[in-house]
């Protein structure tokens, strides 16, 4: 089944780039009927998994034994959200891109291949074959954004694709130096994830390796103060671009943290929850900042991911029970919110070609479904209670105050600023009399328009109603990284919500 939700997109992109390319009318339709595919597959595999530690639906098929490579993928609590927020969102960013007129099929077939990198990036469990599916997301949004994208999508893409190769180039060295050192320890080749978390570690080479895979993670979440490139590429972005961007390709940074990090360097992760707790407040304070000043209303959304990204962080590392389920939850949170956002910005942008705050203004008049989507959108991203919004920033807050509670304090702090700065853009844009002629004509949104915001909708609501239908499948495997840790350190997790000292070198110390 796992090797199916991998393989399928690319059998789809296979199909759409068959179709004749003055066949344009059927590219697109094409392509998101074989993305509903995918969706399907997802959603069984969300029915049929059991509330449980421990990967299901394995597959572990020898690739190139010499090297101790194998095609191994697997899924759990953690990654199971996430594999179905993208097999979601993909179909809905295809939907979105009917003003895509130029090269329409090698649009569809990047946009599959890129889903197909970025499911089997959730599901590799030997390291290599992770990398492999890391590094092959960057072609297809390299292009996405370089073809597709604004004036400067160029310098954007370049931006995007410098980035991040730099910091994957680090985390392979990493990756190759684990398993020659599994190999001394073992005796023989392998990347398998639970292979090398077996690998011992000198305190040095802990901390080195630890921070290669952070850096390479921190860069595509991105992580302050490596988050330069994320703007441009968000503002120069197709609107599917953005909404695969945002939501779900900057996860694979936070997911690498939770996934590798933890599970491979406890002992660094445990030295390092200071430093990382540190940069995710400067995060979520210096992205609610620069976004509360920004006209462009694409890059208001763009730097409001940098904040709430770094609530993600902080709670992956507060090393909690509470921080670990806010972390996983909320990247599913993000991902519907911030989609839906740049969704609505794309929208409003077909009809007057501009993202400027300024030239807009009395929208809710002409607009009231658009500007009740764009509302709705705005309390779910400021975690108003009864949205999704609430739930994952509540069990990181309550999560990080038992290990990091100033940075918890501080970071509090981020959801006043974010709803100042949605706030604050909303009665700009939308409250008022419309002053300028061209948006006194504008048309609502249309039943299509709607039918791509209606499921995001929804699950905002249930997730926000009825948290416990991600939370049940999702603990299991966050206290299974836990234990992890307590096993192989002196750290003892404390519940979530104890505000007690948990950095205990003895029972009984505090």
Do not use: C
């Given at each position: 089944m796992l090797t199916a939700l991998v393989?399928?997109?690319?059998?789809?992109a296979v199909v759409v780039a068959l179709i004749p390319s003055r066949r344009r009318e059927l590219h697109l339709p094409v392509g998101i009927a074989l993305s509903v595919l995918p969706l399907a597959l997802a959603g069984y595999l969300?029915?049929?998994?059991?509330a449980e530690a421990g990967y299901q639906f394995a597959v572990d098929a020898v690739w190139y034994e010499p090297w101790g490579i194998s095609w191994s993928l697997g899924v759990d609590g953690i990654s199971l959200p996430l594999v179905l927020l993208t097999a979601?969102?993909?179909?809905?960013?295809?939907?979105?891109?009917?003003?895509i007129s130029k090269r329409t099929k090698e649009f569809v077939v990047y946009t599959l291949l890129l889903e197909a990198g970025m499911i089997g990036a959730f599901l590799a469990l030997d390291l290599f074959l992770f990398f492999v599916f890391f590094e092959a997301i960057l072609i297809p949004m390299y292009f996405i954004i370089g073809i597709w994208g604004g004036e400067r999508r160029i310098y954007a893409s370049v931006k995007f694709f410098i980035y991040t190769a730099l910091g994957s180039a680090l985390m392979l060295a990493a990756i190759i130096g684990l398993a020659f050192n599994y190999s001394e320890q073992f005796g023989t080749l392998s990347f398998a994830l639970e292979d090398l978390m077996q690998v011992t570690l000198s305190g040095g080479t802990e901390r080195w390796f630890f921070a290669a895979f952070a850096l390479a993670f921190a860069i595509?979440?991105?992580?302050?103060?490596?988050?330069?490139w994320l703007p441009d590429a968000h503002v120069e972005a197709p609107t599917a671009g953005s909404v695969l961007l945002a939501g779900v390709l900057l996860k694979l940074g936070t997911y690498g943290l939770l996934r590798f990090n933890l599970s491979l360097f406890p002992?660094?992760?445990v030295d390092a929850v200071p430093i990382m707790g540190v940069l995710a407040v400067i995060g979520i304070i210096y992205g609610a900042l620069v976004a509360i000043v920004q006209p462009d209303l694409k890059k208001l959304v763009a730097y409001s991911s940098v904040s709430h990204l770094g609530f993600i962080v902080l709670g992956t590392f507060a090393l909690t029970s509470g921080g670990l389920q806010g972390a996983v939850i909320q990247n599913v949170n993000h991902g519907l919110t911030t989609g839906a956002l740049f969704l609505l910005v794309g929208m409003i942008y077909e009809r007057r070609h501009t993202k400027e705050i300024s030239e807009f203004g009395g929208l809710q008049k002409v607009m009231p479904v658009f500007a009740g989507f764009f509302l709705f959108m705005t309390f779910a991203s400021i975690g108003l209670p009864g949205l999704n919004g609430f739930v994952g920033e509540f069990l990181v807050l309550v999560g990080s105050y038992a290990t990091l509670p100033v940075l918890a304090i501080i970071a509090a702090f981020g959801v006043v600023l974010a709803a100042i700065y949605l706030l604050w853009a909303y009665e700009r844009v939308f409250t008022g009399i419309?002053?300028?002629?061209?948006n006194r004509v504008l048309l609502d949104l249309s039943p299509r328009e709607i039918g791509l915001l209606a499921p995001l909708a929804a699950l905002v609501l249930v997730l926000g109603l009825y948290p416990s239908v991600l939370l049940d499948k999702i603990a299991p495997s966050t206290e299974s990284v836990l234990d992890h840790i307590e096993s192989t350190t002196d750290y003892v997790t404390p519940e979530p919500g104890r505000l007690d000292d948990v950095y205990?070198?003895?029972e009984g110390d505090s």
């Amino acid at each position: 089944m796992l090797t199916a939700l991998v393989l399928l997109p690319v059998a789809a992109a296979v199909v759409v780039a068959l179709i004749p390319s003055r066949r344009r009318e059927l590219h697109l339709p094409v392509g998101i009927a074989l993305s509903v595919l995918p969706l399907a597959l997802a959603g069984y595999l969300f029915w049929a998994f059991q509330a449980e530690a421990g990967y299901q639906f394995a597959v572990d098929a020898v690739w190139y034994e010499p090297w101790g490579i194998s095609w191994s993928l697997g899924v759990d609590g953690i990654s199971l959200p996430l594999v179905l927020l993208t097999a979601l969102l993909v179909p809905i960013a295809l939907g979105a891109s009917t003003a895509i007129s130029k090269r329409t099929k090698e649009f569809v077939v990047y946009t599959l291949l890129l889903e197909a990198g970025m499911i089997g990036a959730f599901l590799a469990l030997d390291l290599f074959l992770f990398f492999v599916f890391f590094e092959a997301i960057l072609i297809p949004m390299y292009f996405i954004i370089g073809i597709w994208g604004g004036e400067r999508r160029i310098y954007a893409s370049v931006k995007f694709f410098i980035y991040t190769a730099l910091g994957s180039a680090l985390m392979l060295a990493a990756i190759i130096g684990l398993a020659f050192n599994y190999s001394e320890q073992f005796g023989t080749l392998s990347f398998a994830l639970e292979d090398l978390m077996q690998v011992t570690l000198s305190g040095g080479t802990e901390r080195w390796f630890f921070a290669a895979f952070a850096l390479a993670f921190a860069i595509k979440v991105p992580l302050f103060p490596l988050h330069t490139w994320l703007p441009d590429a968000h503002v120069e972005a197709p609107t599917a671009g953005s909404v695969l961007l945002a939501g779900v390709l900057l996860k694979l940074g936070t997911y690498g943290l939770l996934r590798f990090n933890l599970s491979l360097f406890p002992e660094a992760s445990v030295d390092a929850v200071p430093i990382m707790g540190v940069l995710a407040v400067i995060g979520i304070i210096y992205g609610a900042l620069v976004a509360i000043v920004q006209p462009d209303l694409k890059k208001l959304v763009a730097y409001s991911s940098v904040s709430h990204l770094g609530f993600i962080v902080l709670g992956t590392f507060a090393l909690t029970s509470g921080g670990l389920q806010g972390a996983v939850i909320q990247n599913v949170n993000h991902g519907l919110t911030t989609g839906a956002l740049f969704l609505l910005v794309g929208m409003i942008y077909e009809r007057r070609h501009t993202k400027e705050i300024s030239e807009f203004g009395g929208l809710q008049k002409v607009m009231p479904v658009f500007a009740g989507f764009f509302l709705f959108m705005t309390f779910a991203s400021i975690g108003l209670p009864g949205l999704n919004g609430f739930v994952g920033e509540f069990l990181v807050l309550v999560g990080s105050y038992a290990t990091l509670p100033v940075l918890a304090i501080i970071a509090a702090f981020g959801v006043v600023l974010a709803a100042i700065y949605l706030l604050w853009a909303y009665e700009r844009v939308f409250t008022g009399i419309p002053d300028k002629e061209e948006n006194r004509v504008l048309l609502d949104l249309s039943p299509r328009e709607i039918g791509l915001l209606a499921p995001l909708a929804a699950l905002v609501l249930v997730l926000g109603l009825y948290p416990s239908v991600l939370l049940d499948k999702i603990a299991p495997s966050t206290e299974s990284v836990l234990d992890h840790i307590e096993s192989t350190t002196d750290y003892v997790t404390p519940e979530p919500g104890r505000l007690d000292d948990v950095y205990v070198a003895e029972e009984g110390d505090s």
